[in-house]
């Protein structure tokens, strides 16, 4: 069964309890047994409230008559698929292209398609992309954000966790996660999958550039090999994902590039200053972070 609440009253009632006992979002969800991504869209007041989560939230029923109208569980089903979070929203279904490879790219570094369940029902379907509040906020906001909206017609969300340097892309749709699959990414946990660079972008050296890009922006750095000599700059790739650090260099390599070999702490660079050159006119940033640093190492090569 799922609960309607009075307008504000069932964001109310989480706030409400999460206070009381002074839980984290995170010990909340623990508390409810679900994950805390399911919380938000209930706090949200995006998606109704499960009778047994109230239930939890409320056992002195207080709330109770702020409950405006109950639905049974297929009551989303049958509207459209509501119940799933996000199934509902359209998509455009860009073509291939070297916007659509970067932006692979910033997700393989940064993001994660999620689909969430519960007692083995899809409740929604979400892509993720994280990254620091203050150093990457240009970036997510100003061109990422942007470049999702453009590709696939929609709306992108954005918001910071309490008591945490970050900022969140968060943007729930079945039919993004689907063409994201489709398009070579894989849904959950980068490390369990193991999700590496599509094979369509690997197969064509523009995407593959841009699919770099995405990449180094995102779990990449340039900074100064020595003190002493501030022009002498080095770009390192680092992840833990074994699959995608050696397919990353190998599109390096692929492009002309002369990586290192990879260090026991899952990282590489390029460090040779005809290669910096090379990778500034070949690939460049798009990240403002990158590109602040670079003009502060006050280079030639710029």
Same mark, same amino acid.
């Given at each position: 069964m799922r609960l309607k609440f009075k307008k504000s009253k069932q964001k109310e009632l989480i706030l409400t309890f999460k206070q009381k006992k002074k839980f984290t979002w995170d010990e909340l969800a623990a508390y409810l047994n679900v994950k805390r991504g399911a919380l938000l869209p209930w706090y949200r007041e995006e998606l109704l409230l499960p009778e047994h989560i109230y239930i939890k939230l409320d056992k002195k029923r207080q709330y109770s008559k702020e409950i405006t109208q109950k639905y049974e569980d297929n009551w989303g089903k049958s509207k459209g698929g509501k119940n799933s979070y996000g199934s509902t929203k359209t998509i455009t279904k860009p073509k291939k292209s070297t916007k659509l490879a970067e932006l692979i790219g910033v997700i393989?570094?940064?993001?994660?398609?999620?689909?969430?369940k519960y007692k083995n029902k899809i409740k929604g379907y979400s892509v993720r992309i994280?990254? @620091?509040?203050?150093?990457?906020?240009? @970036? =997510?906001?100003n061109y990422v954000k942007p470049l999702f909206e453009k590709l696939f017609s929609l709306k992108v969300k954005n918001?910071?966790? $309490? %008591? $945490? $340097?970050?900022?969140?892309?968060?943007? @729930?749709? &079945? #039919? =993004?996660?689907g063409f994201l699959e489709n398009a070579g990414l894989k849904n959950g946990n980068k490390l369990a +999958?193991?999700? +590496?660079?599509?094979?369509?972008? %690997? #197969?064509? &050296?523009?995407? /593959?550039?841009?699919?770099?890009?995405g990449l180094i922006d995102t779990d990449g750095c340039i900074h100064?090999?020595? &003190?002493?000599?501030? @022009? /002498?700059?080095?770009? %390192? *790739?680092k992840n833990f994902n074994q699959k995608l650090l050696y397919s990353t260099r190998e599109g *390096?390599? &692929? /492009?002309?590039f002369n990586p290192s070999r990879i260090t026991n702490c899952n990282v590489f660079y390029l460090s040779r200053q005809k290669e910096i050159t090379k990778y500034l006119k070949e690939v460049g940033f798009s990240n403002e972070k990158h590109k602040k640093r670079l003009k502060q190492f006050l280079s030639p090569m710029v």
């Open positions: 393989l570094g940064d993001g994660n398609l999620n689909i969430a994280v990254g @620091h509040s203050q150093d990457d906020r240009d @970036h =997510l906001i918001y910071m966790p $309490k %008591n $945490k $340097k970050a900022l969140v892309l968060n943007i @729930h749709s &079945k #039919e =993004l996660v +999958t193991q999700v +590496t660079i599509p094979r369509w972008i %690997n #197969e064509n &050296k523009d995407y /593959l550039r841009a699919c770099l890009r100064q090999m020595s &003190k002493r000599d501030p @022009h /002498l700059l080095r770009i %390192n *790739f *390096f390599i &692929k /492009l002309g």
